[in-house]
């Protein structure tokens, strides 16, 4: 761009006045002019700065609980992620886009070279303004209305002065400045399926009104019941083709519900991405590189240090892999990938929640929840459901050597270990007064075979609250006898811990929640029509429509139920062990599966909400962050010298 005279003169000494400047910063009085600038769709993940720019307005005046119930009421309950989820720079296999076109641009995702940055003028707005930037850099020419905003690009790791010369009618040229240095945090988020986000997915699924057979494994003229299928689907309802047609599965897996990477049932509503996109939010001046990498079902063993299966294998029009690599490996890989582009690229913070698979909670979770005698000896047999005592002995012996190993692997790439902000569970069964759910079939009747023990349930709550949960922050914070070298020492959470336990269990209900629960959801399970002609084609009760459950309403409970796995995510369980694949989509084991392996017992989006607003609080401690507002300088003019001819 060519400049006027006027301007051309004033970049001739530009490096000069604004070293001069700084030195008065401190004399400016607030009402005086000031330059703000922010970067624009500044996490990265987004391709659209609209998608960041929602988050944005949610989040005004409000936190990360708050800012999740404005967009639940905004989306009617159906979820802000559903449109999002396909305008990532992340593909549905977990693949980074390089180079990722955001917002018209070609970016590189791991190593942005540059960024784009508006610029304003507060206090100024009867004025007029010509803006300077430095070399390299175009600007408006002309003095302009100080009203309009600047979009520059700045060049990645270095700073750029800007300077806007200020002229009213009544006095003379003023300018300000300000020096703009973008700092792009990478962050990846690492873990198991309270980490992924899981019973969460981006895109529910659609169910139909008419009843979809299942098998039990009890041999007897109650072996079949209904529930609500997909909608959509053409294929045989019943139960009585045991050969179904070729292609059928196929057919099934287009209706499922739609996840960010459907192989690790990873989610946006995940509390990682929560945390990562908030700190980019409240920090205008930083840009925040997320990398999802936590996988549901992980253990340090089968996820972070090593591959594991993949839960589903379709992702949303082509075939997940059906395993997927081990999140270090991962993590390395796009470090080395992020360095051959910037050699000075590192890893700023971890965000991580692991060790429940490793001492099998899923296996304490189906003890607690599948009453029916049949059922109950069939799991046990088959090594799914486990027991309190095995899962002490794992807590006490085998989970502190494979912490020191996950470690060892994570120190590395992060060094500090204070850069990894683990964040601990939330007990899903402790209600009000450190009293436990009562039990039953409340959220639990999507299956006949399910209702909670309330003598199991307790014990449960109980090992969760002495030895679980205590013994997790030992390992993470090396207190209490942990091994542990120097700089091992975690960055732990809990504080959201109280706040679930505040009137957000697994089993609270309340006259707010939506309509559809309170009519539909019988707390006494008796939600389901158990006629067999009547429900093949009306399975509700309530003869409300399936489809209106609203899976991101706001509820009082943040648990998910196996009532709300199934109507939100109705998983087809591929990414089981071969000895549990169903033999037809009738089959009894995912009658089974179908009702808690998308995300029962799992946090809500709420409550996904409630633990970043505690991670945040620490997240912002390790990497240093405050809410500072740039330099910016302010100084009549010199007087213009006459130019050489």
Known sequence: MSFPRLLIIALCSFVAVLSGALEAAHAQGASDPRLVWEVKNRFRLFREEKDFQLHVDAMRGRNIVQAEQVMAADSDGRGWARNMVGRLCIDAAGRVAEPCKRDGTDESYLAATDYKVEIRVLGADDASCSWLLDKGEEAKAGFLPCSEEVIIRVAAGRSTLVAVDIRREDGPVTRISTEINVRDILIAGMGDSIAAGEGNPDRPVALSDEGFCFRQFIGTAASQYYRPGRAGFKGDKSCQNTRPEAGTIDAWNKLSARWQNAACHRSLYSYQLRTALALAIENPHIAVTFVPLACTGSTIDAGILGPRRARELDC????????????????????????????????????????ANDIDFSGIVADVIIEERFSRGLFKRSGVMGTLENSNVLLQQKLPGDFRRMRAALKPLVGDLAHVVYTSYANPVLADAGNTCEGGRNGFDVHPAFSA??????????FVEQAFLPRLEALATCTAGAVCGAGDAMTFVNAHQKAFAAGHAMCA???????????????????FESSLAEASTAPLICRNR????????TRARWIRTANDSYFAAMTYPEGVSQGMQPSDI????????????????H??????AAMADAAIVQARQALGLGQVDPPVTAQPLPPLQPTQQ
Request: hydrophobic residues 35%; contains cysteine; proline residues 7%.
């Open 316 to 355: 949303g029009g082509f075939k997940c892999p059906t395993t997927v690599p081990s999140q270090i490996s991962q993590l390395t890989n796009v470090l080395t990938q992020a360095r051959k582009r910037d050699k000075s690229r590192n890893l700023d913070l971890v965000l991580l929640t692991i060790g």
């Open 453 to 462: 023990n309330p003598a199991r349930m307790n014990a449960a709550s109980q």
């Open 509 to 527: 209900r309340a006259p707010t929640d939506p309509v559809f629960d309170n009519e539909c959801f019988s707390p006494t399970g008796e939600s």
């Open 546 to 553: 399936a489809n209106e459950f609203r899976a991101y309403a």
């Open 586 to 601: 009738h089959d009894a084991t995912w009658g089974i599966l179908s009702a808690v392996y998308g995300g029962a017992v």
């Open 603 to 608: 946090p809500t989006a709420e409550g996904h």
